[in-house]
């Protein structure tokens, strides 16, 4: 076979949405710096249910409200950068030039979570539910919108991904006002857990689960996650 066909045998097929070389050579990049790291990009990319572990841990917070709202805010921050990443990153791959774009995407995509934020200031319990659902939603349906936006081009293109922008961010930016509304845990630890979960995100999502497994899986990995957060939260708020 061709070269090409043994590297797919032996590590994954490349791709414009599952960028396999971009890992491989930030990990041989590591490694010429300091060669315990690059080891350490390379088993994860060998680990695929490495994030199910993420999973697992909201189901530890099961009918226990503070612990509950913590994972769900955290997995929020979490997803919410992953769908931000995911979003910039379909953009290069179907655009092919996002630098020109990064701001103004990045700006639509604050905007819809701004705007919720503002709209849900005043709701209660069922609302913190529907927000989990809303992130859920975004998860499972943004590598779906991302196939249905590949033969597409132009004016048009950049507008779909404008309203995507609008759409996720609103999706995450719901949850925060109401998460502080249900008064279960301080505002100032709320932001600190979703700050830990968009670093998680940052970090995990866009070394790891962008490159190495691709955007679909990347998203399902996020979509588990929130499944699992909605799952605690809807037993917590139910017991309480």
């Not at 927000?131 to 293109?157: D, I, N, R, T």
Request: aromatic share 8%; net charge positive.
């Amino acid at each position: 076979g061709t070269l090409d066909e043994a590297l797919a045998r032996r590590t994954g097929r490349n791709a414009d949405l599952r960028p396999l070389a971009v890992f491989f050579d930030l990990a041989h990049a590591n490694a010429r710096i300091w060669p315990p790291a690059g080891r350490l990009l390379r088993g994860l990319s060998r680990l695929p249910a490495a994030a199910a572990v993420l999973v697992l841990l909201p189901l530890l917070a099961w009918r226990r409200r503070r612990p509950a709202a913590a994972c769900a805010v955290a997995a929020t921050g979490f997803s919410g950068m992953l769908l931000s990443m995911s979003l910039l990153f379909a953009f290069q791959a179907l655009y092919g030039c996002v630098y020109l774009w990064i701001g103004v995407l990045s700006a639509a995509f604050m905007a819809g979570a701004g705007a919720a934020g503002l709209l849900s200031r005043a709701a209660g319990k069922r609302a913190f539910l529907l927000s989990e659902a809303a992130v859920l939603g975004a998860c499972l349906l943004l590598p779906a919108a991302v196939s249905g936006l590949a033969g597409m081009s132009g004016p048009w293109l950049k507008a779909c991904f404008l309203l995507l922008c609008l759409l996720c961010g609103a999706a995450v930016g719901a949850q925060f006002p109401v998460a502080c509304r249900l008064n279960i845990l301080t505002p100032s630890a709320l932001y600190g857990w979703d700050l830990l979960g968009g670093w998680a995100g940052a970090v995990f999502g866009g070394i790891v689960l962008l490159p190495a497994a691709g955007l679909t899986a990347a998203c399902l990995a996020a979509a588990a996650l929130k499944a699992a957060t909605f799952a605690a939260g809807a037993a917590s708020l139910e017991a309480a």
